[in-house]
């Protein structure tokens, strides 16, 4: 079957580094992004992987490993406004987009 | 520009009864879908359709129907609501399916089956 693990849960202090990881096994797979949601919210995309390496984009950089069915979003200076759930989605080999649970993200001053 | 727009917003139903989810976009977007997102699950995948005319189902399908008469325009109908399908149901759209195309989704709607 397919599956994407990630963290249920992390908290992270205001102004320090968080890096949030995804695993996944899908049938193929056509790109991996992550989306942002905050509570109550929609998700909204914030970055796509389709070739092996880091994505850099403002205070996000997203990584990915396809050998390790692998990636990683990576946070820094944390700010408050980022307190969120992070998923994660790959697209599979249909190119229907299999979705992590999502990891929520905790910031304390 | 509105980008995907839901209704409605929140809406309590009594098991057995029906209701359309209204789903529009403005994008001109060929991939429209519908998902259900539960406490400790990813989302799930309903129906989705890749063109107007066009609608096929995805992982979780069973008690709901679409229908895709224009491209702007994507309802999700509930025949007989039960309290299973008490959720947060989202519409997106994409311009197509391939590549990094982006899904844009709605605000959400949040049903409750009592």
Known sequence: GQNIDQPTEMTATEGAIVQINCTY????????????????EAPTFLSYNVLDGLEEKGRFSSFLSRSKGYSY?????????????YLCAVKDS?????????????IKP | NAGVTQTPKFQVLKTGQSMTLQCAQDMNHEYMSWYRQDPGMGLRLIHYSVGAGITDQGEVPNGYNVSRSTTEDFPLRLLSAAPSQTSVYFCASSYETSGANVLTFGAGSRLTVL
């Open chain 1, 73 to 85: 979003l990576l946070l820094k200076e944390l700010q408050m406004k980022d307190s969120a759930s």
């Open chain 1, 94 to 106: 249909n190119y229907q987009l299999i979705w992590g649970a999502g990891t929520k993200l905790i």
């Open chain 1, 25 to 40: 096994q899908t049938s193929g797979f056509n790109g991996l992004f992550w989306y942002q949601q905050h509570a109550g």
